[in-house]
């Protein structure tokens, strides 16, 4: 099973970017998807994250900035970004919760990383 997320980059404040996260391989099922970050010298952090319903969940920093949706079929997530600060540059992490065709349990697979500044 694989993640591959794109979309990163640099942008000036008040501006936009969209990332991507697909995931790839011998999948059963996808519970949770989702988004993390990490800036440096801090800890990685719940951006926002979407279950296989629909339901979503976000940090209080990027409520209303943010948009997290998926797409099922595409085993994708997305992320919308908005109105962008500069306290937003760091890497991007996805996340997903994934039963395989050969497994029984739901394990958590991480995607490679995107690099989001953003310039005052």
């Known amino acids: 099973v694989q993640l591959q997320a794109s979309g990163g980059g640099l942008v000036q404040a008040g501006g936009s970017l969209r990332l991507s996260c697909a995931v790839s391989?011998?999948?059963?099922?996808?519970?949770?998807m989702g988004w993390y970050r990490q800036a440096p010298g801090k800890q990685r952090e719940l951006v926002a994250s979407?279950?296989?319903?629909?339901?979503?969940n976000y940090a209080d920093s990027v409520k209303g900035r943010f948009t997290i949706s998926r797409d099922n079929a595409k085993n994708t997530v997305y992320l919308q970004m908005n109105s962008l600060k500069p306290e937003d540059t760091a890497v991007y992490y996805c996340?997903?919760?994934?039963?395989?065709?050969?497994?029984?349990?739901?394990?958590?697979?991480w995607g490679q990383g995107t690099q989001v500044t953003v310039s005052s």
């Open positions: 996340h997903a919760r994934i039963r395989t065709n050969s497994g029984k349990t739901y394990y958590d697979s």
């Open positions: 391989g011998s999948i059963f099922n996808i519970n949770t």
């Open positions: 979407i279950t296989s319903g629909g339901s979503t």
